[in-house]
């Protein structure tokens, strides 16, 4: 398999923890997303959306993280990271929306991006925007994810779920923002924990063979 994929992108991020989770090996194709090698038209006849991570697997290629990820749980189904009970799979499926859907796309950089050359927004307003979507969307997840845990160390009962691969790179944006997570101790507990396993480890962007230190 082949991921592209840029050390700082958060989406590609949840791809890189679901693939070490699954045990898979991959190789890894970067792409400058500050510089805009996305848009290339190499990759732009790959993945028209010129988004990062797409999987080519099989002589196809997949894009979007989620899609991605359901695809490896589907194929490579140990260890699963969606729960087998209807209930409960849409409970983890709805922490993982919440930051896919609700938190993500306002912080993302094409977005930052329109906010300081469309509209000519200063830095610590641009900032500032960040900050305040990344904390309104981690104070809902926050009781969403208290209500569903066992013992803190997982959002969703006691083993690691798509909300956890979708947490871990929401809460290195965060902390890279300088977002408030004081009233977030759940999320920040799990987030620990999830940080103390290889696979989440071995993901995390500075370890990437691209990252910029």
Not at 62 to 72: H, K
Request: aromatic share 8%.
């Amino acid at each position: 398999m082949r991921l592209h994929t840029y050390w700082r992108s958060s989406a590609a991020y949840r791809a890189r923890i679901a693939l070490n989770l699954k045990g898979v090996e991959y190789q890894q194709v970067s792409h400058h997303l500050a510089r805009g090698e996305q848009r290339g038209g190499d990759y732009l006849a790959l993945n028209p959306q010129g988004f990062v991570p797409a999987l080519e697997t099989g002589g196809e290629v997949l894009t979007q993280s989620m899609a991605i990820i359901e695809y490896l749980d589907e194929t490579i189904p140990d260890p699963p990271l969606l729960p087998r009970e209807p209930r409960a799979r849409a409970q983890v499926r709805a922490m993982a929306l919440a930051v896919a859907c609700d938190i993500h796309p306002l912080n993302n950089l094409r977005v930052v991006n329109y906010l300081r050359s469309e509209l000519a927004q200063p830095e610590p307003e641009v900032e500032r925007w960040m900050r305040h979507w990344i904390e309104a969307g981690f104070a809902a997840l926050e009781v969403a994810v208290r209500r569903h845990t066992r013992g803190g160390r997982h959002c969703h009962g006691d083993a690691v779920t798509m909300a956890d691969v979708f947490l871990a790179p929401q809460m290195y944006n965060a902390r890279r923002f300088n977002c408030d997570l004081a009233g977030m101790p759940t999320l920040v507990g799990i987030d620990a924990a999830l940080m103390a396993l290889p696979a989440f480890a071995a993901a995390a962007p500075e370890r990437q063979p691209d990252a910029v230190t």
